[in-house]
Nanobody
Framework: QVRLAESGGGLVQPGGSLNLPCTAS????????MGWYRQALGNQRELVASVNNRGSARYADSVKGRFTISRDNAENTIYLQLKNRRPEDAAVYYC?????????????WGQGTQVTVSS
């Protein structure tokens, strides 16, 4: 079992910056990647950015060049830095940990943190 603790959400003005940390605890042996997803009201949950155990990151096209994901393996923590925020970035952001162990795959989710963009 893996538990994810998120923080850092809140209100930010358009163009402003925000950092979202997420710390994982529990059995991390089979975790292959961690990342952030978001879900705006009325929309499906979508990938924002993820980073695998080798440090390779991938981003949604809508956030490339504006958001940066990084990973501290010693602390089992990932960080999503949001820059040049746009109104459409407002959503509930969920931390994710993806696991495979030969017997299948599983996603673990945090409780979500609200990010609001408002002037």
């Amino acid at each position: 079992q893996v538990r994810l603790a998120e923080s850092g959400g809140g209100l930010v003005q358009p163009g402003g910056s925000l950092n979202l940390p997420c710390t994982a605890s529990g059995d991390m042996r089979y975790i292959k990647s961690m990342g952030w997803y978001r879900q705006a009201l009325g929309n499906q949950r979508e990938l924002v950015a993820s980073v695998n155990n080798r440090g390779s990151a991938r981003y949604a096209d809508s956030v490339k060049g504006r958001f940066t994901i990084s990973r501290d393996n010693a602390e089992n923590t990932i960080y999503l830095q949001l820059k040049n925020r746009r109104p459409e970035d407002a959503a509930v952001y969920y931390c994710n940990a993806y696991m495979t162990d030969g017997g299948g795959e599983h996603d673990f989710w945090g409780q979500g943190t609200q990010v609001t963009v408002s002037s």
